[in-house]
């Protein structure tokens, strides 16, 4: 429950390692006054308490046995049409260019147009036989690995809004992001690389770096954005010319260092910030080996479309996120590809829009979700795929369509999740959910559940209140859980 | 029992139209009595239609058994269905189509569907419905544990009041007596030290000098001590050096800048909008700045507190000292600083959010209090109601966005005399005829405005754009092929801001009114981007898609038209009309009115009279257009700033579980009861009511304000507040350490007179402040939270600090004071929407921190290192995490490295010291003492294995150990 009553603080890292004889050196790294350090529920009551951590981002044990120690999340920022991907509609063909026979909601561009049928075809496939447009003739192979949920609504009209809300289960900017909450909850089995990592392929959602943020919660579960390359992230590079420079400068920091927590009585604070360098060095070596792809085979390439342009960027953003998932990293968005045209947001030129986002990521997602299989690595690995909402069934104008955060389509693969399910529904327009509404909340509540932990329990005290990815709400969607 | 509108009209209909047995049944059978004349056919349909369906579909969130209940509203008896919810009652048996349970499940209103997980089946909603025909039939039995509401846990303000600590007046206590007589040197000591006596505990020893005076530098100023200051300390033996330094640094400019910086978290001050497009905020650096001048100006605490609730309302507002312009109105730039949504689909939400933001950060940013936690329920923990909430809420509704002019009016109010002469005698030149103004045909508009009432009688007027009224006619003379062309635009009562020169600038804006017709017309003239908008619901960033209707930028002065907004979409929203010439444009208008239709339905009239003249040189028509236009040349373009204006006084209303869709009952403005009582008097006058609002924060018998800001004083100088929770002294937050000393320290506050620097001189001045950081074995066992503060705790700097240390030890600090924030520095890593199209330099210019712009989707990725607060909500307390970030950007980030060589050069340019004298000035330099032999041993044998590698370079190997030292925890630690 939130807002529970104050309780005592729990033991501080100062007491602990007191306590516990322990020194310089058993210390990875520590959150230093952090305002759980003092407003969290004593340890004895929660074990587990990811606040009492020495490190982070140490491992905790979650709430109950976990379904999935990872999560891929598939951002597909800018909206995808459900009614062209995985939510058929006949009634749209049948009444294509004529005024729409349901309440109208307002848009954000306020110019309704008619009905209008989707551009594609859809084909059933797998055994269970579930329709796929022709947008995804590659993640419709997988399709009975994916649950897919029809029936999901956002309660925003705006992307900024909306990506806020998927994100931090909250419309405004500031509040933790659910892969800050995760790898709070859960830590990472990473040590050498964060525990969130946010995969930057070109395109940023509206609400920028905030999509991501750790919030209130510590600066440990930051998201951290990487883009393409060797150097993936700022300051990563050495400075220094040679690498004996560098030593140099390090073994005299590094002695001048210990003399300085000589001088502060071996003040913890200090001692965490030298080891936290420690931990830099190490993310030095660790981040270009994870971008070098010269150790996979040209199979492994071909399956994630990296030989081919259109499908290069989100193929290799793909393959690092399962080289992210084998180290153990906690949560991984990824962000869409910059491929010439804008991110899934047609409120015109639909089909090529459309076609031009599916193309780039099509291939690419199935070739995850089959390396992940194959590698028997897919039963631990929680993959989301999602916008932060849906599009009208009628147009925009003539040819494209705008925001629809009253139904639309996402869907799950892997850890625990029920493949080839299709849960919930839309009315015959694909316009607003009517069966088994799907919210955020209950998104969010199903992921914490299928990564062991109880959405109702992962709390943080900020400014009075046990505040929590989910809120007040959130329930866990039973039905596509395996 | 609280009924929303409509319900109470559906009741009202059904009694007119004489449903008499719907009527009786609604108010009088109760549920059991009814059950007995129940046909069995009728019991059989519930038991096996409506019950199951009510079971399976409803109960989970609607039943006696559910706590708590959902919307207040159980489904498990026939008498709490009649009684309802939140939103009145369910049911009129008899009558499903005026029943709002059949609403609710037909999924006729969007604001309300239920059950929301999914529309019932037709066939089910038929079930329900054939019930309510039926007379809604619930036979006795199987009764429900309990009827009717389930027993909600009550809300007794005053109880809670009086068991909190917080709400209970501040008292004063004498000093306590301790042993150690010899240690304390002022109050607070004798209050600590009478804590650790108690526990047994000596306090620790003395700091040495060197490490107080960086601890108080950065403190106070956030800058290292300089060699030659720190020579200066060291030299100075006598008894009152250190309050000599003290009282140096607290008069310093840079301690403004230090202190201003805390005071921006807690009004989560940033420069843009955010949200997608990141758009400017107008000329929000002069809120920093003046958050700056009054902590160094010393403005009293309570004073500061008014400006910013108020400002702009205040009878006598404080003036510039020396420039005089008008300080108070900057204040209220504070209400503005948070998060702006582009184009919003649903504007009240849009309204409600920013609402809400702004309550959130003033509650806890002067009051330390989560009165956010009631905007949907009673305060869970704290004696703070909805209604508290909503009664605060109520002064935002009725105040606007407004860009104040804050110019002494001293230059500008004279020309303006003139030119109104000028002016004067211009229009006797030519008093011929006036044109007409439109006469609409009654019925085809209502006139809302015709600006026949002298002096603007019912508008708010900021600014000299449209003069002290509606305006005899403004004359407009242009030169055209020799001849003078005099223009005539309106009759004698007209709104216009060219009346006297198209250079000055201002508003109008017309009292809030709720549209009810689908257009709004307006009959007017202008140019230059003068333009009106129609503001609804507070809506201001008025732009496309969705927006742009609502604004109107005449592009012709030359000719009175009429111009039309559509506003269809928005019937039922409250608005204001606002006219705004904030350039060189003019705009006039005659008329407003609303209409069903786009054209009103006028009388012929003239639209506008043109009369020329020849133009003579030597006229008298020549001589004063020349005075006119030497006149005008003078004029001095207004300073603008962000902040709040009075607009139409109205109350709000309760939301229930906080949402636009369900509101409760009025509330009228006030204080928190909690506060102020439960008598305050009703605001008086026509305007919001936010200076007496102000006047009860700031009254003598409050027992928070002046707690709050101590608490916050005292965590900046010790670390922790006396209260940890520093922005929440509720029942959530934490009690005080040391509760009499918190007392004591609020009383001497308001004894002082609310000057903070009073307040840090006493705390800076304790013996407990000058106690060195490190720890006493006994003492660090017995209290290793240290809350009794046995010694200093060791900090690590802030953000920002650390930024402005390395400017400062390279030399390359400029530090200039005030004015637009330099562009932040951007990589290539910062990407998104409304990323600026050039950036900053690498170094800001050598500008301290403060200076750099805070761009909202776009901060500072070093600062975003070291817990540089998201700019979202009050933040009293940053947290101070450890992550890789940081040690990679002092690493390899190349601002650090470019500063370090900066610093190279520096020390490198002084080519009369040797080489351990060199070490000697950076150690003092960097770290504020000098180094000990075996550093000074280590540095040099450094150089001289750098300079190995870079093939004798002289200044690189400089740089290197520069570096070095910035990477070294004591460079971003204080002892």
């Known amino acids: 429950m939130h807002c529970n009553r104050f309780l005592p603080r729990p033991m501080s890292r100062r007491e602990m390692l007191a306590k516990c004889a322990n020194g310089f050196g058993a210390v990875a790294l520590a959150s230093l006054v952090g305002e759980a350090a003092y407003g969290a529920v004593p340890a004895t009551q929660r074990p587990n308490d990811p606040t009492t951590r020495l490190n982070p981002l140490a491992p905790s044990t979650p709430h109950f046995k976990p379904r999935a120690k990872s999560v891929i999340f598939l951002f597909m920022d800018g909206g995808p049409s459900q009614v062209d991907t995985f939510d058929p509609k006949p009634r749209l063909a049948a009444e ?122 510590p600066a440990s579960y930051q998201g951290s954005m990487f883009r393409n390359g060797e150097y993936p992230i700022a300051d990563l590079k050495r400075s220094e010319a040679t690498p004996e420079v560098q030593q140099a400068k390090l073994d005299l920091m590094r002695r001048l260092d210990r003399d300085t927590l000589a001088r502060t009585a071996g003040d913890d604070k200090v001692e965490s910030a030298i080891a936290n360098y420690e931990l830099a060095f190490r993310m030095q070596a660790a981040v270009p080996d994870l971008m070098d792809m010269r150790g996979e085979s040209e199979a492994t390439k071909k399956l994630y479309g990296l030989d081919q342009k259109q499908t290069e960027i989100f193929g290799n953003q793909c393959l690092v996120a399962r080289k992210l ?134 709390t943080y005290r900020f400014s009075g209140r046990d505040m929590r990815l989910t809120d007040v709400y959130g329930e866990i969607v039973t039905g596509i859980v395996a | 029992m609280r009924k929303s509108r409509r319900q109470i009209r559906d009741i009202a209909i059904s009694s007119a139209t004489g449903i008499a047995a719907a009527i009786m049944s609604f108010a009088c059978l109760p549920a059991l009595a009814q059950s007995q004349a129940i046909p069995a056919q009728q019991i059989e349909f519930f038991e096996k239609k409506v019950r199951p369906l009510l079971n399976d579909n409803c109960f989970k969130c609607h039943s006696a058994a559910r706590k708590p209940v959902m919307g207040g509203l159980c489904l498990d008896t026939r008498a709490a269905l009649l009684k309802g919810g939140d939103r009145g009652p369910s049911l009129l048996p008899g009558h499903p189509e005026k029943s709002l349970l059949i609403t609710a499940i037909g999924y006729r209103d969007p604001k309300m569907q239920m059950p929301p997980r999914g529309r019932l089946k037709d066939d089910q909603i038929g079930v329900l419905t054939e019930w309510i025909r039926m007379g809604a039939p619930w036979p006795a039995g199987r009764p429900q544990a309990t009827a009717g509401q389930p027993a909600k846990a009550t809300f007794d303000l005053q109880a809670r009041r009086a068991a909190h600590w917080a709400w209970r007046p501040v008292r004063r206590s004498p000093v306590p007596s301790v042993k150690n007589r010899a240690w304390p040197h002022n109050a607070i000591d004798y209050f600590l030290l009478a804590k650790l006596e108690a526990d047994g505990l000596q306090p620790g020893q003395p700091a040495d000098k060197l490490t107080l005076l960086r601890r108080v530098n950065y403190d106070l100023i956030g800058l290292p001590p300089t060699p030659s200051e720190i020579d200066a300390f060291l030299k100075d033996g006598s008894p009152d050096a250190y309050r000599k330094v003290v009282d140096r640094l607290l008069a310093s400019p840079h301690y403004g800048e230090r202190w201003a910086r805390h005071w921006l978290d807690l009004v989560r001050y940033a420069e843009t909008d955010g949200h997608e497009f990141d758009f400017d905020k107008p000329g929000v650096f002069r809120y920093r700045d003046y958050v700056i001048r009054a902590f160094n100006d010393d403005v009293p605490y309570n004073q500061f507190v008014k400006e910013q609730v108020a400002g702009d309302l205040l009878p006598y507002p404080r003036l510039h000292p020396t420039e005089k312009f008008n300080e108070s109105v900057i204040g209220t730039g504070f209400w503005w600083l948070g998060e702006g949504k582009h184009s919003p689909v649903d504007i009240t939400q849009d309204q409600r959010d920013t609402i809400d933001n702004q309550m959130d950060v003033f509650g806890k940013a002067f009051l330390g209090l989560t009165i956010g936690c009631a905007k949907c329920h009673d305060h869970k923990f704290d004696a703070i109601s909805a209604k508290d909430y909503y009664a ?92 003078a062309v ?115 339905h006028t009388e012929p009239f003239i639209g506008c009279v043109v009369l020329t003249s020849r133009f003579d040189g030597t006229s008298a028509l020549a001589s004063l257009l020349q005075k006119s236009n030497e006149l005008k040349a003078k004029l001095v373009e207004p300073t603008r700033v962000l902040g709040l204006a009075d607009g139409t006084g109205e109350n709000d209303r309760v939301h229930l579980r906080g949402s636009h869709n369900t509101l409760g009952d009025e509330v009228p403005r006030r204080f928190l009861e909690a506060c102020a009582g439960t008598n305050q ?145 951007l990589t290539q890593f910062m990407e998104g929407r409304g990323k600026p199209e050039t950036s900053g330099p690498l170094d800001g210019a050598g500008r301290r921190s403060i200076y750099v712009g805070v761009r909202r989707n776009f901060l500072v990725p070093m600062f975003l290192a070291f817990d540089y607060p998201v700019p979202a909500t009050c933040m009293g307390r940053r947290s101070v995490s450890n992550v890789p970030a940081q040690a990679l950007t002092l690493m390899n980030n190349p601002f650090v490295i470019q500063q370090a060589e900066v610093w190279a050069k520096r020390i490198n340019a002084d080519k009369s010291r040797t080489a351990v004298q060199q070490i000697e000035d950076v150690y003092l330099t960097a770290f504020g003492r000098p180094p000990a032999p075996k550093e000074t041993a280590a540095a040099l044998r450094f150089l001289e294995s750098q300079r190995k590698q870079y093939a004798g370079d002289e200044l690189k190997p400089w740089a290197d150990l520069s570096h070095v030292l910035f990477n070294v925890k004591e460079f971003i630690f204080v002892n």
């Open chain 1, 96 to 217: 294509n260019g004529q005024p729409i026979k349901a309440k109208v909601q307002p848009t954000q561009f306020d110019n309704i147009g008619n009905v209008l049928k989707s551009p594609w075809e859809f084909r059933q496939y797998g055994q269970s036989g579930i329709p796929v447009s022709d947008l995804f003739p590659n993640v419709a192979q997988c399709v009975d690995d994916l649950a897919i949920i029809r029936s999901m609504v956002a309660e925003h009209s705006e992307h900024t809004n909306a990506n806020y809300f998927i994100h931090s289960g909250h419309g405004m900017q500031g509040k933790p992001s659910m892969g800050a909450w995760a790898t709070y909850g859960l830590g990472s089995e990473c040590q050498d690389l964060p525990g969130f990592v946010v995969l930057n392929s070109g395109l940023i959602p509206p609400g920028g770096q905030d999509c991501f943020t750790n919030g209130f919660l």
């Open chain 1, 325 to 458: 998932v084998e180290r153990g990293v906690r949560f991984i968005e990824l962000l869409c590809p910059k491929v010439g045209g804008d991110r899934w947001d047609q409120h015109g030129d639909l089909k090529s829009g459309h076609e031009n986002n599916a193309v780039a990521v099509d291939k690419p997602i199935a070739g995850l979700l089959k390396d992940l299989k194959s590698r028997g690595l897919l039963d631990s690995t929680l993959v989301i795929w999602a916008g932060e909402f849906g599009r009208t069934p009628m147009a925009q104008g003539t040819n494209g369509r705008d925001h629809n955060p009253y139904g639309f389509t996402i869907w799950m693969a892997g850890g625990g999740v029920k493949g080839g399910t299709i849960y919930g529904a839309t009315d015959d327009y694909g316009y607003y959910a009517v069966e088994n509404k799907v919210n955020i909340h209950d998104l969010h509540a199903t992921m914490l559940h299928l990564l062991g932990m109880d959405h109702k329990r992962l």
């Open chain 2, 392 to 483: 605060l809420t109520g002064y935002l509704k009725s105040s606007r966005y407004n860009l104040a002019n804050i110019d002494s009016p001293s230059h500008n109010r004279p020309i303006i005399t003139e030119l109104e002469k000028v002016g004067d005698q211009l229009a006797a030149m030519h008093s011929g005829p006036y044109p007409g103004k439109p006469r609409i045909i009654p019925g085809s508009a209502e006139v809302f405005e015709d600006f026949k009432k002298p002096g603007f009688e019912g508008w708010s007027v900021t600014g000299d754009a449209f003069g002290p009224g509606p305006r005899a006619t403004a004359i407009a003379v242009k030169e055209k092929d020799g001849k």
């Open chain 2, 486 to 600: 005099i223009q005539r635009l309106a009759t004698s009562d007209a709104a216009d801001s060219g009346w006297c020169s198209y250079n000055l600038q201002g508003s109008l804006r017309s009292r809030t009114f709720t549209i009810d017709k689908p257009y709004v017309l307006f009959h007017l003239a202008g140019s230059g981007g003068a333009k009106v908008n129609l503001i609804i619901d507070g809506f201001q960033r008025i732009r496309y898609p969705i927006y742009g209707g609502l604004e109107i930028a005449p592009k012709d002065d030359s000719q009175m038209k009429w111009q039309a907004m559509e506003v269809s979409k928005w019937i039922g929203h409250e608005a204001y009309v606002e006219f705004l010439d904030l350039g060189p444009g003019r705009i006039t208008c005659d008329l407003i009115a609303f209409s069903s239709s786009k054209e009103p």
């Open chain 2, 681 to 825: 008097p009703l605001v008086s006058g026509a305007g919001s009511g936010r200076l007496e609002l102000a006047e009860r924060m700031t009254s003598p018998s409050d027992t928070l304000l002046g707690r709050v800001l101590v608490n916050r004083l005292w965590q900046h100088h010790f670390g922790e507040g006396i209260v940890r929770s520093v922005d929440d002294f509720g029942v959530m937050g934490q009690p005080p350490t040391h509760p009499e000393l918190l007392d004591w320290l609020a009383s001497e506050f308001v004894r002082q007179g609310g000057s903070i620097k009073q307040m840090h001189r006493l705390m800076v001045m304790s013996s407990a402040y000058q106690m060195s950081s490190r720890a006493n074995s006994v003492a660090d066992r017995a209290d290793p939270a240290n809350k009794l503060l046995h010694r200093m705790p060791v900090r690590r700097l802030e953000a920002e600090a650390i930024r402005d240390a390395i400017l400062a030890v390279s030399g390359r600090l400029d530090r200039t004071l005030f004015g637009p924030s330099v562009m932040p520095y």
